[in-house]
Every structure is written in structure tokens, then in C-alpha cells.
């Protein structure tokens, strides 16, 4: 059970001024309070759910370090039996372990994309390996001035040795690798142990591979840029959010002590002011300690879980609270399968009882006292008190009064709903409490959201 459902379970509170007696949300009905799968001891400050990045530069470079190892695979699969056609015209003793090496740093790069440890690393080592042997390939000649009758097997990991060194290196030394690799390729090609290409053709061959290393480099290289951005847009996106939270809690904390001081403090002051005897003596310290007590409680650690409470459940409070006031009917209307969060839940009740309590202290004899709880179409409630008493004037409304602007409107309003007034001299007081908010809230003739200017809910005016 939350701490702030077992505020209103606390002491057995007194006098008709304020206090009803009641059970909290997990003694009233059949139904159990249901969780939405978080912890109920949470604060609001370390309870801000960090949201799921859909896209970060660490995921960036693992989806391009896989795809690059999937590409080397691929192209070292295809480079096989052009190594092994060639193997005949080289040096078997160093050309081979060569080969081997190479295969080896490829199949740890490979490795490490799956791991997702020292991709880096691994993808330095296979460029390493790949321009050292590119230096090496014609000393490894059996015979330097025969024709290779193809082109080196080297050719066809040219694209994956730059892939890995856009990968591994810093830019500028990527870019560098980008263009000297290539170079050393076409510088080999026009050799006889590169095939002895013409002039034309090994340049083709050396832009074509600068090309695609540059392509490559670019693509991984804006990315990098793109998911970075992203990165530090989310990071002042969640820092910002971390200071409207706790501008919403300190809001959230001023409304209910106001709430508070409304229903528990002045009351108090009130019963004491008016003491005759000692048995009134001992009511207003009663009154006192309960005032107390609430204070301590709402300085403490609010509850912002997400516990969900069912309509029926807060029907059953309100119409526990009405009961001891011995005045009002209550009707429920199709709110059988409806729930709300707690803290909705919480504000709806608080703010019901008060207008509950201000109908028995203001209205005068009436002919009627009600009360309906009902659902809505945004699967939410509407709870409407009502009277057919005196009414009253709201531009005669004091504004040092804190009743419907503190406890009844900013209580709905900092829960997500919306508090409607209706009322006039001699034709008794409705008030409308929905959650949640409307998108366009019904303001037929006559009625006055509590937020509108000339409220006495409003803002910059009281209420009784």
C-alpha cells in the first residue's frame, strides 16, 4: 500500500468541519490494487525512467563493424581460390604464413563484432597485416620478372583493409590509409608480379579502389557524426526532463500542503478560536495532532508509482465519506471495469469530500444533496457533487478563501483533470470533477471551468 493511500487511513479523524472517517484504496471492494510492473517505494526524482535510445553511436558501430566483417567473410571466401591458383608462382615459406595471418586477423575481427570487445583493435590489425603485405608481395615472387597472368589476390580485400581502417583509425590517419593503400596497390599492378597491367588500367584499378574506401569512410564517418548529435540531443533532452519532474513535484508538494493547511490547519485554528469548555478543549488538540501528523507526512517522500485503483473502489470511499455526513445520496453510473492511477484516484477523492464539506457548511437547507460517480468515453471518470441550496455570488467570493481553488481545482488539476463550477444565488452549486482533462472541455452557458478568469477557482481569485 502506498504512503499516500495511507494518509487517509491514519487517525480517526473528527468534526464535520473537515474530517470523514475512512478506509484507504486497498480496504474498500473486492478488487486488488494492480501494478503496471514497477516498485511502489519510488521516489519521483530516482524514479525518471531513462527512455530506450532507438538509435546511439555504440549501436551505430556495431551494426557498421558487423557489416564490414560480414563483407570481409564474403570477399574473403571469393579471394580464396584466386590465392590458391597463385600460390604455384610464390614463395610458399613466407607466402603462405602471410596468407595465413591475414586470414587469422580477419577471423578476429569477425570474432570481435560478435563479442563487441576490441573491434577497434582487431580491425587496426587486419589493415596492418594488409598493407604490409602489399610491400611484400614482390620479393615473394619465386621468379620477380615473370608475368602474373592475373591480378593479385590481394585485390579483391583491398575495399575490406580500408572498410577497417575507417573503422579503427582517427580520421585523418583513415583518410591517409584511404589514399596510400590504393596507390601502393597500382603502383603494384604495373609490375610483373602484379600482372604487368598498362598504365591506364592500374590507375583505373587505384581509383576504383580509393573510391570505395573513400565511399565507405564517409558513410561511417557521418554516422559517427549523425549519432553523436543524437546522443547529446538526448542527454539535454533527458536533463531537461529531470528539471521539469522535480518542478512538477515541488508544484505537486505546494498544492497539497495548501491542501492541507486548508483542510486540516485552519480548521484547526477555527475549532480553537471557538472553545467554550474542556471538552471542546480536547477536540481542537485532537484536530491539532491530526493537523500535525498530516504536515509530517506530506514533507515525505511522495509515491508516484504506478498503481492503478478501479473506479468502484473510489465510488465505495466517497460514498463512505458522504455516509458520515449523513446529507448526500450517492449514484454510481457505468464505472464497472474503470480504473485510474492512484494519484488521480487520490486528488478525485480529496477534492470530492472537500466539495462534500463545503455544501454541508455553505449551501444552507436544501432539498437535495447528490452525488455521481460515472465513466466516461476516455475511459476516465466524472465525478458531479451538487446541491439545490443557496448558491452563491462568485465575484463576492473573498479571495483569502483556499476551499475550490486549492482543494478542489489545483488537487484535479495537478492529478491531469479538470474541475468545473456551476452555480448562482438561489439555485444551488454543482461541481463537475473529470479525469482526465477533456480536449475541449463542455463549457455550456452558465458554467465556469475553474481555471477561467472570475473563477472562484481560479488563480488570481478565492473561494469559499
Same mark, same amino acid.
Given at each position: 500500500?502506498?504512503?499516500?493511500?495511507?494518509?487517509?487511513?491514519?487517525?480517526?479523524?473528527?468534526?464535520?468541519?473537515?474530517?470523514?472517517?475512512?478506509?484507504?484504496?486497498?480496504?474498500?471492494?473486492?478488487?486488488?490494487?494492480?501494478?503496471?510492473?514497477?516498485?511502489?517505494?519510488?521516489?519521483?526524482?530516482?524514479?525518471?525512467?531513462?527512455?530506450?535510445?532507438?538509435?546511439?553511436?555504440?549501436?551505430?558501430?556495431?551494426?557498421?563493424?558487423?557489416?564490414?566483417?560480414?563483407?570481409?567473410?564474403?570477399?574473403?571466401?571469393?579471394?580464396?581460390?584466386?590465392?590458391?591458383?597463385?600460390?604455384?608462382?610464390?614463395?610458399?615459406?613466407?607466402?603462405?604464413?602471410?596468407?595465413?595471418?591475414?586470414?587469422?586477423? =580477419?577471423?578476429?575481427?569477425?570474432? &570481435? !563484432?560478435?563479442?563487441?570487445?576490441?573491434?577497434?583493435?582487431? $580491425?587496426? *590489425?587486419?589493415? /596492418? @597485416?594488409?598493407?604490409?603485405?602489399?610491400?611484400?608481395?614482390?620479393?615473394?615472387?619465386?621468379?620477380?620478372?615473370?608475368?602474373?597472368?592475373?591480378?593479385?589476390?590481394?585485390?579483391?580485400?583491398?575495399?575490406?583493409?580500408?572498410?577497417?581502417?575507417?573503422?579503427?583509425?582517427?580520421?585523418?590517419?583513415?583518410?591517409?590509409?584511404?589514399?596510400?593503400?590504393?596507390?601502393?596497390?597500382?603502383?603494384?599492378?604495373?609490375?610483373?608480379?602484379?600482372?604487368?597491367?598498362?598504365?591506364?588500367?592500374?590507375?583505373?584499378?587505384?581509383?576504383?579502389?580509393?573510391?570505395?574506401?573513400?565511399?565507405?569512410?564517409?558513410? =561511417?564517418?557521418?554516422?559517427?557524426? &549523425? !549519432?553523436?548529435?543524437?546522443?547529446?540531443?538526448?542527454?539535454? $533532452?533527458? *536533463?531537461?526532463? /529531470? @528539471?521539469?519532474?522535480?518542478?512538477?513535484?515541488?508544484?505537486?508538494?505546494?498544492?497539497?500542503?495548501?491542501?492541507?493547511?486548508?483542510?486540516?490547519?485552519?480548521?484547526?485554528?477555527?475549532?480553537?478560536?471557538?472553545?467554550?469548555?474542556?471538552?471542546?478543549?480536547?477536540?481542537?488538540?485532537?484536530?491539532?495532532?491530526?493537523?500535525?501528523?498530516?504536515?509530517?507526512?506530506?514533507?515525505?517522500?511522495?509515491?508516484?508509482?504506478?498503481?492503478?485503483?478501479?473506479?468502484?473502489?473510489?465510488?465505495?470511499?466517497?460514498?463512505?465519506?458522504?455516509?458520515?455526513?449523513?446529507?448526500?445520496?450517492?449514484?454510481?453510473?457505468?464505472?464497472?471495469?474503470?480504473?485510474?492511477?492512484?494519484?488521480?484516484?487520490?486528488?478525485?477523492?480529496? $477534492?470530492?469530500?472537500?466539495?462534500? @464539506?463545503?455544501?454541508?457548511?455553505?449551501?444552507?437547507?436544501?432539498?437535495?444533496?447528490?452525488?455521481?460517480?460515472?465513466?466516461?468515453?476516455?475511459?476516465?471518470?466524472?465525478?458531479?457533487?451538487?446541491?439545490?441550496?443557496?448558491?452563491?455570488?462568485?465575484?463576492?467570493?473573498?479571495?483569502?478563501?483556499?476551499?475550490?481553488?486549492?482543494?478542489?481545482?489545483?488537487?484535479?488539476?495537478?492529478?491531469?483533470?479538470?474541475?468545473?463550477?456551476?452555480?448562482?444565488?438561489?439555485?444551488?452549486?454543482?461541481?463537475?470533477?473529470?479525469?482526465?482533462?477533456?480536449?475541449?472541455?463542455?463549457?455550456?452557458?452558465?458554467?465556469?471551468?475553474?481555471?477561467?478568469?472570475?473563477?472562484?477557482?481560479?488563480?488570481?481569485?478565492?473561494?469559499?
Amino acid at each position: 500500500m502506498s504512503k499516500r493511500a495511507a494518509r487517509e487511513g491514519d487517525q480517526n479523524r473528527q468534526g464535520t468541519l473537515v474530517f470523514t472517517a475512512t478506509k484507504p484504496f486497498t480496504e474498500v471492494g473486492d478488487d486488488g490494487l494492480q501494478t503496471d510492473g514497477f516498485q511502489a517505494d519510488g521516489s519521483l526524482f530516482d524514479r525518471a525512467r531513462q527512455p530506450r535510445n532507438p538509435i546511439s553511436r555504440a549501436q551505430i558501430e556495431i551494426v557498421l563493424s558487423r557489416s564490414v566483417a560480414a563483407v570481409a567473410v564474403i570477399f574473403a571466401l571469393q579471394t580464396l581460390p584466386v590465392m590458391l591458383g597463385q600460390l604455384d608462382s610464390r614463395k610458399a615459406s613466407a607466402a603462405v604464413p602471410i596468407a595465413i595471418v591475414l586470414a587469422l586477423v =580477419i577471423v578476429i575481427f569477425v570474432t &570481435a !563484432t560478435l563479442t563487441r570487445e576490441g573491434i577497434r583493435t582487431a $580491425a587496426g *590489425a587486419v589493415a /596492418a @597485416v594488409y598493407l604490409v603485405a602489399l610491400f611484400v608481395w614482390p620479393p615473394l615472387m619465386i621468379d620477380p620478372t615473370a608475368v602474373l597472368a592475373s591480378r593479385p589476390w590481394l585485390w579483391y580485400l583491398c575495399g575490406v583493409a580500408t572498410s577497417c581502417a575507417a573503422i579503427a583509425l582517427p580520421l585523418a590517419w583513415a583518410v591517409v590509409y584511404t589514399v596510400v593503400t590504393p596507390v601502393t596497390f597500382g603502383l603494384l599492378r604495373v609490375l610483373p608480379s602484379g600482372g604487368e597491367a598498362e598504365n591506364l588500367v592500374a590507375v583505373l584499378d587505384t581509383f576504383y579502389a580509393m573510391l570505395l574506401g573513400g565511399t565507405v569512410l564517409i558513410i =561511417i564517418y557521418v554516422l559517427r557524426q &549523425a !549519432t553523436a548529435q543524437v546522443d547529446t540531443a538526448q542527454s539535454n $533532452a533527458l *536533463a531537461k526532463y /529531470a @528539471v521539469a519532474v522535480r518542478h512538477h513535484a515541488t508544484e505537486v508538494e505546494r498544492v497539497e500542503v495548501d491542501s492541507i493547511v486548508h483542510d486540516s490547519v485552519l480548521a484547526t485554528l477555527l475549532s480553537a478560536a471557538g472553545v467554550r469548555n474542556a471538552k471542546g478543549a480536547e477536540l481542537a488538540a485532537a484536530m491539532a495532532r491530526s493537523a500535525i501528523i498530516r504536515l509530517q507526512v506530506a514533507s515525505g517522500d511522495r509515491n508516484v508509482d504506478d498503481v492503478a485503483v478501479s473506479v468502484s473502489q473510489l465510488a465505495a470511499r466517497i460514498r463512505s465519506a458522504a455516509m458520515a455526513t449523513g446529507m448526500f445520496t450517492v449514484t454510481e453510473l457505468c464505472v464497472a471495469g474503470l480504473i485510474l492511477p492512484e494519484h488521480a484516484a487520490e486528488a478525485l477523492y480529496s $477534492a470530492s469530500v472537500q466539495a462534500m @464539506v463545503n455544501s454541508v457548511q455553505h449551501a444552507g437547507p436544501t432539498q437535495s444533496r447528490a452525488v455521481t460517480v460515472s465513466g466516461d468515453d476516455q475511459s476516465g471518470c466524472i465525478i458531479c457533487i451538487s446541491d439545490t441550496g443557496r448558491g452563491f455570488d462568485v465575484s463576492s467570493v473573498a479571495s483569502g478563501r483556499l476551499g475550490l481553488r486549492v482543494s478542489i481545482h489545483d488537487r484535479v488539476a495537478t492529478a491531469g483533470g479538470v474541475a468545473v463550477l456551476r452555480t448562482s444565488l438561489g439555485h444551488g452549486t454543482t461541481i463537475t470533477l473529470t479525469w482526465p482533462r477533456p480536449d475541449e472541455p463542455n463549457q455550456a452557458s452558465g458554467d465556469q471551468p475553474a481555471e477561467s478568469k472570475g473563477s472562484p477557482s481560479g488563480r488570481d481569485a478565492g473561494t469559499r
